[in-house]
């Protein structure tokens, strides 16, 4: 099992908008075995890393929804969390920026 560093400052990011908060954190995995694609896929596996659709810490309406990866060293991986609120639907229950459309032929 290799080392996963949480929450270092430089990287990370928080953005509100309409559709509510999207973080990005910072995770750095140390001691992953492999080289190349199979330490960055064997590092964004690893048991400490969190898994998508977890909670964000902060804000628990705020899930995980991308892993991507940021570097490699020899000793250390790097990637980045992006967590994000899910836009609530309208009470059409279509999204807001959704276009509907509807049409009828009447042939005589």
Same mark, same amino acid.
């Not at 908008?17 to 910072?26: A, Q």
């Not at 140390?30 to 964000?56: F, L, Q």
């Not at 967590?83 to 509907?100: C, E, L, N, R, V």
């Given at each position: 099992? +290799?080392? @996963?560093? $949480?929450? !270092? !400052?430089? #990287?990370? #990011?928080?953005?509100? &908008? ?6 990005? =954190?910072?995770?750095? @995995?140390?001691? +992953? ?8 896929? $064997?590092?964004? $596996? ?6 998508? #659709?977890?909670?964000?810490?902060? /804000?628990?309406?705020? !899930? /995980? =929804? ?13 990637? =980045? /969390? ?6 609530? +639907?309208? &009470? ?9 459309? #509807?049409?009828? @032929?009447?042939?005589?």
């Amino acid at each position: 099992m +290799a080392t @996963v560093i $949480n929450d !270092l !400052l430089d #990287g990370h #990011g928080v953005s509100k &908008s309409i559709d509510g908060y999207v973080f990005d =954190r910072i995770a750095i @995995v140390e001691g +992953a075995t492999g080289e190349g694609h199979s330490k960055v896929y $064997n590092a964004m $596996n690893d048991t400490e890393m969190p898994d998508i #659709g977890d909670p964000h810490p902060a /804000l628990a309406s705020a !899930l /995980l =929804r991308t892993i991507d990866f940021v570097e490699m060293t020899h000793k250390a991986v790097k990637f =980045r /969390l992006h967590y994000a609120q899910k836009a609530p +639907a309208s &009470s059409s229950g279509f999204d807001d920026d959704s276009i509907q459309s #509807g049409a009828s @032929v009447i042939q005589a």
